[in-house]
């Protein structure tokens, strides 16, 4: 396994050991500058992987967090920008240069300058990580290690370590300096298995999750579908909602993979879904994936054990890519889809 993309999801614990403390202090002065500007709502935006961190953010934290992919944004503004004063953007990006993060920032300026903005970015010389609002906003820009810029086609390090990042600047009880440390553990002791589980090549392969381990369940489709370059079919949901239509995608060349939500009472729902798919579909390979199961992980009982379940995925889409004859870092080729998404045409919105 030469990839880039192997290195980068191997990497992870010895990212999260070294970026712990230096996160720790920098997420703690975010936090107080925050906590001064009291702001009413917090957008969490990006595009595509970097914007399901938002989602998975927001169904982890709750309260004023509100997930809105720039993707939307720039596209639709009026789904956010009539919101009055007291606003926090947070925009996430490995590259902080994709044509939505830059159409954000330019909407930002334009339209609402008196929103607040953090900027989160694996790219030191990215839009993200320079560009300042013209005010009264503030702008401030959290800029990542760089071994969190990945070279290969798919978010890894950066998405974990993105989520990670956001997550110490917004939750005040979340210490990165202990955390990270011992998530590191925590993934070192798993990955080795995760590339030698049994893993015949499906045709269709379906992730399902409740709470904020349905944003999870969302990046691993992904993950899959871009690394086979769309051969493998996927889809994902939420644990209850996935009775209710999308369980008509299960067929005898389908893999099933069910987080197990490390509140017990919430799953006793996941456990109860992976039981009836195995029941009804003898046949399919249904993997449970958390404390215990299938996929054993050890958690750290804290906001960050979510990227801990996106591992398996990770490499499943990474071994899945070599047994269809692909580039793992590069599956598409450049043709239809590249890794860094430009030169989409965006037009001048007026409020």
């Known amino acids: 396994m030469n990839s ?36 009413r709502e917090v957008w969490l935006s990006g595009a595509g992987t970097s914007a399901y961190i938002g989602e998975v953010l927001a169904r982890q934290l709750g309260g004023n967090l509100r997930a809105l992919p720039t993707t939307d944004l ?42 607040d903005r953090l900027q989160i970015t694996c790219n030191a010389d990215s839009a993200l990580a320079r560009r300042q609002g013209p005010g009264p906003g503030q702008t401030r820009s959290l800029i990542l290690p760089g071994a969190t810029h990945d070279r290969g086609f798919a978010m890894t390090s950066s998405f974990t370590t993105l989520y990670l990042s956001a997550l110490a600047c917004l939750d005040a009880q979340f ?9 590191a553990d925590a993934a070192q002791a798993v990955l080795p298995d995760l590339w030698q589980h049994p893993a015949p090549l499906p045709d269709r392969a379906i992730f399902l999750g409740s709470g904020a381990l349905t944003g999870i369940a969302r ?11 769309g051969r493998t079919i996927t889809q994902w949901d939420s644990t209850l909602g996935f009775r209710h239509g999308p369980k008509a995608a299960v ?56 990227v801990l379940y996106v591992l398996p995925a990770q490499i499943l889409a990474h071994r899945w890519s070599e047994a269809l ?3 793992v870092d590069d599956p598409f080729a450049g043709r239809n889809l590249t890794r860094v998404v430009s030169g989409v045409r965006l037009y001048e919105w007026q409020a």
């Open 175 to 183: 210490d990165a300096k202990d955390v990270l440390p011992r998530l």
């Open 251 to 306: 067929d005898d060349r389908t893999a099933v993979f069910v987080m197990i939500h490390p509140d017990p009472r919430v799953a006793r729902y996941d456990h109860d879904l992976a039981s009836e798919i195995r029941r009804q579909f003898p046949g399919i390979s249904v993997t449970t994936i958390g404390p215990g199961c299938d996929i054993s992980l050890s958690l750290t009982e804290t906001p960050a054990d979510p």
């Open 4 to 39: 880039f993309t192997a290195r980068e999801i191997d990497a992870q614990p010895a990212i999260w050991r070294e970026w712990a403390a230096p996160l720790a202090s920098q997420a703690g002065q975010i936090r107080d500058w925050i906590a001064s500007r009291d702001p």
């Open 325 to 327: 004859g692909l580039p």
């Open 74 to 115: 720039v596209s639709v503004p009026k789904l956010a920008f009539d919101v009055p004063g007291g606003i926090l953007s947070i925009q996430f990006g490995r590259s902080g240069d994709s044509s939505e993060s830059i159409g954000l920032i330019d909407l930002l300026d334009a339209h609402r300058p008196d929103i």
């Open 219 to 229: 990046e691993s489709a992904l993950k899959v579908l871009e690394l086979t370059a």
